[in-house]
């Protein structure tokens, strides 16, 4: 299976403060189809997980602009660039271009 | 809109059999995979497996074949995960997801199974 590496697995930050999440995969992501299938997902507190990005940097629909993911091959990147209350929880990148599908450890974000 | 209702929570003994249920709505259930999460307590999230319910084509991650058993009845847009003999370690909340770009786009609410004596 391919292995997603996130970084870091806990994240304090101050309301209002860009925040940045690292994902490495242990092989390309690269489809045969030439698209890259590397997923972000956040999972507030009690909630079903509910997904952010998709393709490296499509956002999903009604996903606020102040989420980007980019990114390529093996190295991928989730900024949030104004953290808010509600982005508390636990941000997990994923890969579908290699069956099984495989999701990284997580990052817990927490505000300091 | 497209809804994911899923059955409610179970609590099982040990070796008993249990089937779960995820009800699609919303879209054309034939044309697209849905799978199965899975998230143990204080966990991540694992992809146990997916069905096409239009052909009932059906894939198991490697750590799940043989453990569980993916279904769906397209008659009544809805998939199901089972076990034939359930352990304490099955204890977790499962999520079943609709595939859009080859990865979960819609979730369900979730189901929490219980497996204690």
């Known amino acids: 299976d391919v292995v997603m590496t996130q970084s870091p697995l806990s994240l304090p930050v101050t309301l209002g403060q860009p925040a940045s999440i690292s994902c490495r995969s242990s092989?390309?992501?690269?489809?045969?189809?030439?698209?890259?299938?590397l997923n972000w997902f956040q999972q507030r507190p009690g909630q079903s997980p509910r997904r952010l990005i998709y393709?490296?940097?499509n956002r999903d629909s009604g996903v606020p602009d102040r989420f980007s993911g980019s990114g390529s091959g093996t190295d991928f990147t989730l900024k949030i660039s104004r953290v808010e209350a509600e982005d508390v929880g636990v941000y997990y990148c994923?890969?579908?271009?290699?069956?099984?599908?495989?999701f990284g450890q997580g990052t817990k974000v927490e505000i300091k | 809109e497209v809804q994911l209702v899923q059955s409610g929570a179970e609590v099982k003994k040990p070796g008993e059999s249990l089937k779960i249920s995820c009800k699609g709505s919303?879209?054309?259930?034939?044309?697209?995979?849905i799978g199965w999460v899975r998230q143990m307590p204080g966990k991540g999230l694992e992809w146990m497996g997916i069905?096409?319910?239009?052909?009932?084509?059906?894939r198991y991650s490697p750590s799940f074949q043989g453990q569980v058993t993916i279904s769906a009845d397209k008659s009544i847009s809805t998939a199901y995960l089972q076990w034939s003999s359930l352990k304490a370690s099955d204890t977790a909340m499962y999520y079943c997801?609709?595939?859009?770009?080859?990865?979960?786009?819609?979730w369900g609410q979730g189901t929490l199974v219980t497996v204690s004596s």
């Open positions: 994923m890969q579908g271009t290699h069956w099984p599908g495989t």
């Open positions: 069905i096409y319910p239009g052909d009932s084509d059906t």
């Open positions: 919303g879209y054309s259930f034939t044309s697209y995979w």
């Open positions: 997801a609709r595939l859009l770009e080859r990865a979960p786009g819609y």
């Open positions: 092989q390309s992501l690269v489809y045969s189809d030439g698209n890259t299938y």
């Open positions: 393709k490296v940097s």
